[in-house]
């Protein structure tokens, strides 16, 4: 059960990475769209897991690769946004986030 302030740290650390992901995509990220679905801080607010949804899905384990590579960058753009809300900028670590992969295959299966 995450507390209210990681719940807090969690939705504004989602909107923050959102806006770094629709400025850079264009150019760091082979004009992908990457869309952050949700974050989740550790309780000790050290580290947080950003789950991504990338679109179009061809290439996409290059592209995750290409921003685990840019992730410092990435934590610096973010620290200067949110700097002077948060004490500490948490390490950030990056997931696929395949749940609308699982849905649609739900929903296959099920009209089948």
């Not at 809300?85 to 990056?94: D, T, Y």
């Amino acid at each position: 059960m995450e507390s209210t302030r990681q719940q807090k740290i969690s939705r504004l650390l989602q909107k923050e990475l959102a806006e770094i992901f629709q400025r850079e995509a264009r150019t760091m990220f082979m004009g992908k769209m990457i869309s952050v679905t949700v974050v989740r801080v550790t309780p000790d607010l050290g580290l947080a897991r950003a789950y991504l949804s990338i679109f179009p899905t061809e290439g996409i384990r290059e592209v995750l690769k290409e921003i685990r590579i840019v992730n410092p960058k990435i934590r610096y753009m973010l620290g200067r946004k949110v700097g002077k809300q948060i004490r500490v900028i948490p390490e950030l670590e990056f997931y696929i986030d395949d749940s609308l992969d699982y849905i649609d295959n739900l929903d296959n299966l099920l009209k089948s």
